[in-house]
């Protein structure tokens, strides 16, 4: 049984870094896309990162390219999303994202993931 978890949000001034972790179980770390998605409050769910070996490469959205970094510890089957110069549209739920199907076109969009984390709160203030 695949299982996401995640951790490390909370409240940051606009400017500031956050460092967001998925620990993964349940699947061969190595073999799965692993992305992260958030949602904001009346807004729809938004891809932000995916890393995939199986594709090779790191994938972003234009709204955190060159902010936001996507790694990998593959012994601890971890994923950790580097959040540097934080503004307050960042504010949102995060999820933690994994498939092992997905193809590059469907990377974007939340409906090519078969498994999800509860979510981590993110919340930048101005």
């Known amino acids: 049984q695949v299982q996401l978890v995640e951790s490390g949000g909370g409240l940051v001034q606009a400017g500031g870094s956050l460092t967001l972790s998925c620990a993964a179980s349940?699947?061969?770390?190595?073999?799965?896309?692993m992305a992260w998605f958030r949602q904001a409050p009346g807004k729809e769910r938004e891809f932000v990162a995916a890393?995939?070996?199986?594709?090779?490469?790191?994938y972003y959205s234009d709204s955190v390219k060159g902010r936001f970094a996507i790694s990998t510890n593959n012994a601890k089957n971890t994923m950790i999303l580097q959040m540097n110069s934080l503004k307050p549209e960042d504010t949102a739920v995060y999820f933690c994202?994994?498939?092992?199907?997905?193809?590059?076109?469907?990377?974007?969009?939340?409906?090519?993931?078969?498994?999800w984390g509860q979510g981590t709160q993110v919340t930048v203030s101005s």
């Open positions: 349940g699947l061969t770390f190595t073999r799965y896309t």
């Open positions: 890393f995939s070996r199986r594709m090779g490469g790191t």
């Open positions: 994202a994994s498939s092992a199907t997905i193809i590059t076109s469907q990377l974007r969009f939340h409906s090519g993931y078969a498994h």
